[in-house]
T-cell receptor, first 114, second 116 residues
Framework: KNQVEQSPQSLIILEGKNCTLQ??????????LRWYKQDTGRGPVSLTI?????NTKSNGRYTATLDADTKQSSLHITASQLSDSASYIC?????????????FGTGTRLTVIP | NAGVMQNPRHLVRRRGQEARLRCSPM?????VYWYRQLPEEGLKFMVY????????ESGMPKERFSAEFPKEGPSILRIQQVVRGDSAAYFC??????????????FGPGTRLTVL
């Protein structure tokens, strides 16, 4: 069964600290993996995309890693800011044809406190 | 270039009424997707449409739910005879195509439906 699991479910950190969010998936075949940021009351916004051959990719203070062998990805946030408070969603696109090939994690709700 | 637009942002209906949710894709995007997000759950695919065609509705309940994307105007997700279990956030996304690995779906702000 194609699934995407994220941990932790929620996380509270102090402003300025780093944190790492985890994503494990069983989607097969695999096409790519995206991390989205979803602010409260808004739609998800893509942060980064990883394909099979990519191990790490950075977007400012966000760094995503992918281990296609173990089917794990992580999102590392450096020097957190209050505006990083949001849900972070891992989305895996399967290699199947058709539109119903995106598999969403339930997200990690990050709260950054001053 | 405006992003994906959805309206209304909030919708309150009583049981048995109809709910109509609208989505205008980004300019140049001809592919529209509807997702439902229940509290504390991930987004769940409902339906994928191109102009005037439903391509994949495998995630949509067989009864009471319908979607359209007419040649002119926004895509509409219609829920007839709403029940309390329909209360959720409904997100629309659009994309330029589905043919590239890097194709990205851009999400709208969502419509929060509350059924009393």
């Amino acid at each position: 069964k194609n699934q995407v699991e994220q941990s932790p479910q929620s996380l509270i950190i102090l402003e300025g600290k780093n944190c790492t969010l985890q994503c494990n998936y069983t989607v097969s075949p695999f096409s790519n993996l995206r991390w989205y940021k979803q602010d409260t009351g808004r739609g998800p916004v893509s942060l980064t995309i990883m394909t099979f051959s990519e191990n790490t990719k950075s977007n400012g203070r966000y760094t995503a890693t992918l281990d296609a062998d173990t089917k794990q990805s992580s999102l590392h946030i450096t020097a957190s800011q209050l505006s990083d408070s949001a849900s972070y969603i891992c989305v895996v696109r399967g290699g199947q044809t058709g539109a119903n090939n995106l598999f969403f994690g339930t997200g990690t709700r990050l709260t950054v406190i001053p | 270039n405006a992003g994906v637009m959805q309206n209304p942002r909030h919708l309150v209906r009583r049981r048995g009424q109809e709910a109509r949710l609208r989505c205008s894709p980004m300019k140049g995007h001809s592919h529209v997707y509807w997702y439902r997000q229940l509290p504390e759950e991930g987004l769940k695919f409902m339906v994928y449409l191109q102009k005037e065609n439903i391509i994949d509705e495998s995630g949509m309940p067989k009864e009471r739910f319908s979607a359209e994307f007419p040649k002119e105007g926004p895509s509409i997700l219609r829920i007839q005879q709403v029940v309390r279990g329909d209360s959720a956030a409904y997100f629309c996304a659009s994309s330029r195509s589905t043919r590239t690995v890097y194709n990205e779906q851009f999400f709208g702000p969502g419509t929060r439906l509350t059924v009393l």
